[in-house]
């Protein structure tokens, strides 16, 4: 046991990684986390960038139901040392590369030493293949849903105009206030009517972020409420895919190019999930 927290601290400290690793969170469900992963992944893809996109998101719409998908092995098996990492990727559209989730990473806090050794292992070695690597994540502040959005580089919190939404997503920017103060966190506003109102949501989100936690929260931009999207939903087909002039598309590309330039400061990206993922366990040494 010692032994291997010791490998584990090892690891995570030789770790040399490249990517972008950005955590697609929510308060509430049902808001568009899913969907938004996935043709954000696609629209970095098709910008020049190569995108991972992680299923941790353990819902029946999951990442491979939307994308028309099906996969033999997923990241249980990575997990349970059946398989590497590469072995599981699936290849996406627009080449992206999906890593398929299980409902083992439902209990992601619980995981044995060995396994949580094999998924930071599994992880580490796509950092130096990827530019971006899009986690799909749980919603709600459980601790299992908030160690991967709290472990990246950055979240990308989803809320919708509904006040419901709001307040779940001001819960969730708490929760991962509290984790981690510097953790970078950008709103975006799915479904909305307009700019107008998706300003009007993050004004009063980022009132109160400035109000009870005194920190800032930016704003990534808004998506519009699109029947295109449903439409795509039916057909397990991303909508920028299916429909990419539809007024859902065009907002994701603006999305991704936007997030594109707008690069974390440094300190803020010291490329390393891995150290934190490990330290939201305890595991890693302060060197
Ligand atoms: N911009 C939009 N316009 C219209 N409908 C949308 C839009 N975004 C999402 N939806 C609808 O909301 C549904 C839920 O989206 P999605 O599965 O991406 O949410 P989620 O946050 O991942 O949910 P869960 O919390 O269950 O994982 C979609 O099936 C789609 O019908
Ligand atoms: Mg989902």
């Known amino acids: 046991m010692a032994d291997q927290a010791q490998r584990l601290r090892e690891m995570v400290w030789a770790a040399k990684s490249t990517a972008r690793v950005l955590a697609v969170s929510s308060g509430k469900g049902g808001v568009g986390k899913t969907g938004t992963s996935i043709n954000l992944s696609i629209a970095l893809s098709q910008q020049g960038a190569r995108v991972a996109l992680m299923d941790a998101d353990l819902g029946l719409a999951n990442v491979e139901v939307l994308m028309g998908l099906t ?87 989803v809320s919708t105009p509904e006040p419901s939404a709001i307040v779940d997503a001001y819960a969730m920017l708490k929760t991962l206030h509290r984790m981690r103060e510097d953790i970078a966190i950008r709103l975006l506003v799915n479904m909305a009517a307009g700019d107008a109102q998706a300003r009007a949501v993050a004004t009063k989100l980022a009132t109160v972020a400035r109000q009870y936690l005194g920190r800032n929260l930016s704003y990534l931009g808004y998506l519009p409420r699109d029947v295109h999207v449903q439409h795509a939903v039916m057909q397990s087909t991303p909508f920028l895919l299916r429909y990419p002039d539809a007024p859902a598309s065009q907002a994701m590309a603006q999305l991704a190019r936007r997030l594109h330039t707008q690069q974390t400061a440094p300190a803020q990206q010291p490329q390393s999930f891995l150290k934190r993922f490990a330290q939201s366990f305890g595991l890693a040494s302060n060197g």
């Open 71 to 157: 996969s033999l092995h997923n990241i249980e098996h990575v997990i349970q040392g059946e398989k590497r990492m590469r072995d599981i990727l699936v290849k996406g559209p627009a080449g992206i590369r999906l890593i398929p989730g299980s409902s083992g990473l439902a209990q992601v806090a619980d995981l044995s030493e060995n396994g949580r050794r094999r998924l930071l292992e599994g992880i580490d070695e796509l950092q130096s293949e990827f530019d971006y690597i899009i986690i799909d994540t749980m919603a709600g502040i459980g601790r299992n849903a908030a160690a991967f959005a709290a472990s990246a580089d950055e979240v990308v919190l």
